[in-house]
């Protein structure tokens, strides 16, 4: 199998004419994996845009899932070295689609609550996560420049769904302006263009933040 791209989890692998093999390295936990292939389902039966998943393999000790596959790039690569018009019109699709996603009820998924709560150490980040609201939106979890990529008609697709939950909108906000915060400008763009401010999604950061650290 050809090597096509890479991420943190896993290797992209050419599999036959249409698709792709994402390849998980070894020893990462089958149940993420299988997480990771219903919540495709799940995101494909309501409508998102995202290749769909196609089946779970196994090549030697490491588990996959065949996907469609996306002919395009990261829009991360498409806005690489671009002008600052280009990269103002790319800003606009990649908030524009946020906006869509976050339309979407994913009443199935898990609550991002009790996502939250398996990272959470002590007793205060606990209550923390209990006192914010709840909600019923799709989130993504993981909305940043590498995981939308722009097919050969330039249009948006979304992929890597390992952590698709449910919960306010905000919440996936502040996830995508905390994932952004590599570059200062590209997070602050993105807020304003959404009409948020910091004090809006604070709560949530406030938690995401102690949370990775
Ligand atoms: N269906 C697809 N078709 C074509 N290329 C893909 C497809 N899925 C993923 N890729 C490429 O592989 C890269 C890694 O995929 P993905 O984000 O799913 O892996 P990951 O290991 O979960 O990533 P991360 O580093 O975000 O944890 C993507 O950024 C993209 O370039
Ligand atoms: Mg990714």
Redesign the pocket.
């Given at each position: 199998m050809k090597l096509?791209?890479?991420?943190?989890?896993?290797e992209?692998y050419e599999y036959g004419n249409n698709l792709?093999c994402?390849l998980f390295y070894s020893h990462y936990p089958a149940e993420y994996i299988e997480h990771e292939f219903r919540n495709t389902a799940m995101a494909w039966t309501l409508g998102i845009r995202t290749?769909r998943a196609h089946k779970l393999v196994m090549e030697g000790d490491r588990q996959g899932i065949v996907?469609?596959?996306?002919s395009g790039e990261?829009l991360s690569q498409k806005m690489a070295g671009q002008s600052e018009p280009v990269c103002n019109m790319w800003m606009d699709r990649f908030v524009g689609f946020h906006k869509q996603l976050l339309q979407h009820r994913a009443d199935e998924a898990i609550s991002y609550k009790d996502f939250l709560k398996v990272f959470a150490t002590d007793a205060e980040t606990l209550a923390e996560i209990n006192a914010l609201d709840d909600g019923n939106a799709f989130i993504h979890g993981?909305y940043h420049l590498?995981?939308v990529?722009v097919d050969e008609h330039e249009n948006v697709v979304l992929?890597?769904m390992?952590n698709v939950c449910r919960g306010p909108a905000l919440y996936d906000v502040a996830r995508t302006y905390f994932l952004l915060h590599d570059n200062s400008r590209i997070q602050s763009q993105y807020l304003a263009k959404l009409g948020y401010s910091i004090k809006d999604i604070r709560p949530y950061l406030d938690v995401i933040q102690i949370i990775r650290d």
């Open positions: 096509i791209a890479k991420g943190n989890t896993a992209i792709v994402k290749p996907y469609d596959r996306i990261m993981d590498n995981n990529m992929i890597d390992m």
